[in-house]
């Protein structure tokens, strides 16, 4: 079963970055790729970024560009969001989700992590 | 980007009821259509992907279909334990775009 766990809740000052780290256990790890969705309080969710399977490359949601990096270390099977400038409206939690090829062309979030709960704020 | 629009936005329903909730997708997806549920402070859970596969260990009681641009998901025999928010996802192209929810309240 596989298992996504990530890191505790951040405090951060407008202007600052936050890293946020997800853990994965329990599949190989070729046959998923690692999202990142956020949802800010009383909100939907917001797709962030995560493996593009039809050109192999990773993509960001145009509106966090420049500002939004996915890392991956794939010694200790991490994956890692950065998110920099920082304002109010990024309070938000962040989910680390694990994209699933069902066969045919299917893919779908299959595995999430608990969240974790960024704060902005003076 | 694919925008996918959610109705209603909210719903009030009795344990027993059905309800349906249609999400539409601003150009054809075919039938990739994914469904989660949401409960207060959890992560999403996958409810039914491609349209209308039901993840392992969803009960019958949820269906999905539609096909490309829109789709509705069922409940039928309403239990307390659904009342929860529902969103829907397409994974046609990138980004992935969720719709906005519907919350389904007692």
């Known amino acids: 079963q596989v298992q996504l766990v990530q890191s505790g809740a951040e405090v951060k000052k407008p202007g600052a970055s936050v890293k946020v780290s997800c853990k994965f256990s329990g599949h190989t790890r070729t046959e998923l790729s690692i999202h990142w969705v956020r949802q800010t309080p009383g909100e939907g969710l917001e797709w962030m970024g995560g493996y593009d399977p039809e050109d192999g490359e990773t993509a960001y949601a145009q509106n966090l560009q420049g500002r939004f990096t996915m890392t991956e270390d794939t010694s200790t099977d991490t994956a890692y969001m950065e998110l920099s400038g920082l304002t109010s409206d990024d309070t938000a939690t962040y989910y680390c989700?694990?994209?699933?090829?069902?066969?045919?062309?299917?893919?779908?979030?299959?595995?999430w992590g608990p969240g974790t709960l960024v704060t902005v704020s003076s | 980007d694919i925008q996918m629009t959610q109705s209603p936005s909210s719903l009030s329903s009795s344990v027993g009821d059905r309800v349906t909730i249609t999400c539409r997708a601003s150009q054809n997806i075919d039938h990739y259509l994914n469904w989660y549920q949401q409960k207060p402070g959890k992560a999403p859970k996958l409810l039914i992907y491609a349209t209308s596969n039901l993840q392992s260990g969803v009960p019958s009681r949820f269906g999905g279909t539609g096909s490309g641009t829109t789709f509705t998901l069922s409940i039928t025999n309403l239990q307390p334990e659904d009342f929860a928010t529902y969103f829907c996802?397409?994974?046609?192209?990138?980004?992935?775009?969720f719709g906005q929810g519907t919350k389904v309240e007692i």
């Open positions: 989700a694990a994209e699933v090829y069902g066969g045919n062309f299917q893919y779908y979030f299959q595995f």
């Open positions: 996802q397409q994974s046609s192209s990138a980004p992935r775009t």
